[in-house]
């Protein structure tokens, strides 16, 4: 499958709605993760390709300004491969019914910490059962958070809180990037969050701050 035929697979996943909600999130995350395969494993091997080939050219004599040249062009391809494979990790993360949602979060969140470089604080407590759909909910929307924060936000740390309190559930994502209210605008991803948690009842803000944006999301739980 080309990249081109799985991203228009993802988006006929995101059209599906009139199927049951667990059916539709389950087509997206097969999607999602076939893109982000595809996308690793054919973009990754041009930059490889690409930084070799630099590798050649450095070995060879040439004048000062040239092999500056050359030299940043080898650290923006890095950069482009680094960031590549962190946004896949995002992409391609697992859901895990069988790992209680606080241990999966954890891990999400180390391995965001890890591959972009970036503080991360969680705050997490033991929050027991809460259902596939509930939990799938969750890391999906963390997901989605983390990844604009690492895409958009320019931001040194994040925070999250995650607590099963009252009947609910709440997660509290944020970062200390820059942000703008007057330039944000919804796209895809904030809208595919906004709708997982309002079709389970729940609700979801974005509120943005002099020092960084935050997703606050609440979904109740049965009695």
């Known amino acids: 499958m080309t990249i081109t035929q799985s991203f228009r697979s993802w988006q006929i996943a995101q059209r599906r709605s009139a199927l049951p909600l667990v059916q539709q999130m389950a087509s997206e995350d097969r999607a999602r993760q076939s893109v982000a395969r595809d996308v690793h494993d054919v973009v ?13 050219a450095r070995s060879r004599r040439m004048d000062g300004d040239l092999r500056n040249t050359v030299d940043e062009v080898a650290k923006e391809i890095q950069l482009a491969l680094n960031d590549l494979r962190s946004l896949c990790f995002l992409l391609n993360s697992p859901f895990d019914a069988e790992v209680g949602l606080d241990t999966e979060v954890q891990e999400l969140l180390s391995g965001f910490a890890e591959r972009c ?19 799938q909910t969750i890391v999906r929307v963390l997901q989605e958070a983390l990844s604009n924060i690492f895409r958009h936000a320019k931001a040194t740390e994040v925070g999250c809180s995650l607590r099963r309190r009252d009947r609910s559930l709440n997660l509290i994502v944020h970062d200390n990037g820059a942000a ?7 796209g895809v991803g904030v809208s595919s969050m906004m709708a997982r948690v309002e079709e389970l009842g729940g609700q979801f803000r974005l509120r943005f701050g002099t020092r960084g944006t935050t997703v606050a999301v609440r979904i109740p739980l049965p009695a």
């Open 44 to 56: 990754s091997h041009h930059l490889i390709s690409a930084h070799l080939l630099l590798g050649r």
């Open 117 to 135: 470089n970036l503080k991360v604080c969680s705050r997490l407590t033991r929050v027991g059962s809460v259902g596939d759909l509930v939990h």
């Open 180 to 186: 703008s209210k007057d330039k944000f605008r919804p």
